[in-house]
């Protein structure tokens, strides 16, 4: 193709440099979103455990290898576990500012009955249903009634994607959640949700998954990503070499956004270089 030349005038020329500087200032503000919104060191920062299988199911050898990796990363650990998770722990952890949500839970894709059926990803609490409790929203379909263990008669909370994007107060600051559950990323509505609130990225698995297999790679994850500060991509990778997908199931681990595989937890979690 043949182009008319266009002579360059001084109107050019300023324009082009107000380009430039436009163009270095967006630069700079992106790097100031990403270490201010954080801010600090990660001396500074904690990390939120949440072991809602610890009565059924308790595994010290995660909670140990888990927070052991995360405070070599420079970060305290805040465990909860048992009675302590409810619907009230996840309405305020936003508010807790956690660099890092570690969530070890029953959870999955359940089909809400209504006009037409809706599928929604929850997270399963340790609070006993209850037709008085929350009425609001369990109206709204924030809250869903779920049961914790296969064998078990009681009937506890749910939290939905809507409870993450409305009802938890303040703001997850470029925050890293891990999901050792089954069907998180099998959509990504909570995902979105977690996105929503200021979270950098969600890691957990398309399908149902094995606890035994879950736990194992989950806390090589952790290990990889915050020990050896691979980035995500690599210790994803790492963790399904080592581990493969769910041998019952056939889950994989991954990730959402897919954007995010690119960057270390230093990186995702916007801490000055």
């Not at 630069?27 to 919104?37: A, D, K, Q, S």
């Not at 060191?41 to 072991?51: F, S, W």
């Not at 379909?141 to 049961?147: F, P, S, T």
């Given at each position: 193709?043949?182009?008319?030349?266009?002579?360059?005038?001084?109107?050019?020329?300023?324009?082009?440099?107000?380009?430039?500087?436009?163009?270095?200032?967006?630069?700079?503000?992106?790097?100031?979103?990403?270490?201010?919104?954080?801010?600090?060191?990660?001396?500074?920062?904690?990390?939120?455990?949440?072991?809602?299988?610890?009565?059924?199911?308790?595994?010290?050898?995660?909670?140990?290898?888990?927070?052991?990796?995360?405070?070599?990363?420079?970060?305290t650990a805040d465990v909860f576990e048992g009675e302590e998770v409810d619907v009230g722990l996840y309405r305020s952890l936003a508010s807790r500012?956690?660099?890092?949500?570690?969530?070890?839970?029953?959870?999955?894709?359940?089909?809400?009955?209504?006009?037409?059926?809706?599928?929604?990803?929850?997270?399963?609490?340790?609070?006993?249903?209850?037709?008085?409790?929350?009425?609001?929203?369990?109206?709204?379909?924030?809250?869903?009634?779920?049961?914790?263990?296969?064998?078990?008669?009681?009937?506890?909370?749910?939290?939905?994607?809507?409870?993450?994007?409305?009802?938890?107060?303040?703001?997850?600051?470029?925050?890293?959640?891990?999901?050792?559950?089954?069907?998180?990323?099998?959509r990504t509505d909570l995902a979105e949700a977690f996105f929503s609130r200021g979270a950098s990225v969600v890691v957990s698995w398309d399908g149902s998954v094995s606890l035994e297999h879950v736990d194992a790679a989950t806390a090589f994850l952790v290990d990889r990503l915050f020990l050896?500060?691979?980035?995500?991509?690599?210790?994803?990778?790492?963790?399904?070499?080592?581990?493969?997908?769910?041998?019952?199931?056939?889950?994989?681990?991954?990730?959402?956004?897919?954007?995010?595989?690119?960057?270390?937890?230093?990186?995702?979690?916007?801490?000055?270089?």
């Open positions: 193709m043949r182009h008319r030349a266009k002579a360059i005038t001084r109107a050019d020329s300023l324009w082009s440099w107000a380009v430039g500087i436009l163009f270095v200032g967006a630069i700079l503000l992106g790097v100031r979103f990403m270490t201010t919104e954080r801010g600090g060191a990660a001396a500074e920062l904690r990390a939120v455990v949440i072991d809602q299988l610890s009565p059924q199911y308790p595994n010290d050898a995660f909670r140990s290898n888990t927070t052991a990796a995360l405070e070599a990363f420079g970060m500012q956690p660099g890092v949500v570690l969530i070890r839970s029953h959870s999955g894709i359940l089909v809400l009955e209504a006009e037409t059926k809706e599928h929604v990803t929850a997270l399963f609490t340790n609070e006993p249903y209850s037709e008085t409790s929350h009425v609001a929203e369990q109206l709204n379909d924030r809250l869903l009634i779920v049961r914790p263990f296969e064998d078990d008669a009681e009937l506890t909370f749910g939290v939905s994607p809507k409870f993450v994007s409305n009802s938890m107060s303040g703001r997850l600051p470029r925050s890293i959640v891990i999901i050792a559950g089954c069907s998180c990323l099998g050896y500060r691979l980035t995500l991509e690599d210790a994803v990778i790492a963790t399904m070499v080592e581990y493969g997908q769910d041998p019952d199931f056939g889950a994989l681990m991954t990730y959402f956004p897919g954007a995010a595989g690119r960057y270390t937890a230093a990186e995702l979690l916007g801490l000055p270089a």
